[in-house]
């Protein structure tokens, strides 16, 4: 069992930037895909931007394609998105998921483990 963790969240102006953290516990997490969700009032979830095991590969929504990166650090099982020139419709709450098979795609099926979000909220 995966047990993921969410934090760096927060309210900030147009322009600026956060990064969020996800760090996982139970189980090392270096075998996992790892992506992040967000889901805005009154919409879907949709992916924001995805991993896979080793951090060779990874994917970003055109929406945020330039603006945010996904990294992580298996010694620390941990996983980030920085976020920068943030805008209003990134306003959401920000979700990170691990996929055991690896492979970091944006299907919302392959993600096995969820974490408990973390809010965004862009001012503008």
């Known amino acids: 069992q995966v047990h993921l963790v969410e934090s760096g969240g927060g309210l900030v102006q147009a322009g600026g930037s956060l990064r969020l953290s996800c760090t996982a516990s139970?189980?090392?997490?270096?075998?996992?895909?790892m992506g992040w969700f967000r889901q805005a009032p009154g919409k879907g979830r949709e992916c924001v931007a995805a991993?896979?095991?080793?951090?060779?590969?990874?994917f970003y929504a055109d929406s945020v394609k330039g603006r945010f990166t996904i990294s992580r650090d298996n010694a620390k099982n941990t996983v980030y998105l920085q976020m920068n020139s943030l805008k209003p419709e990134d306003t959401a709450a920000y979700y990170c998921?691990?996929?055991?098979?690896?492979?970091?795609?944006?299907?919302?099926?392959?993600?096995?483990?969820w974490g408990q979000g973390t809010q965004v909220t862009v001012s503008s």
């Open positions: 998921a691990a996929d055991p098979q690896g492979w970091g795609t944006c299907a919302q099926v392959a993600y096995d483990y």
């Open positions: 139970g189980r090392t997490i270096n075998t996992h895909g």
């Open positions: 991993i896979n095991w080793s951090g060779g590969t990874t």
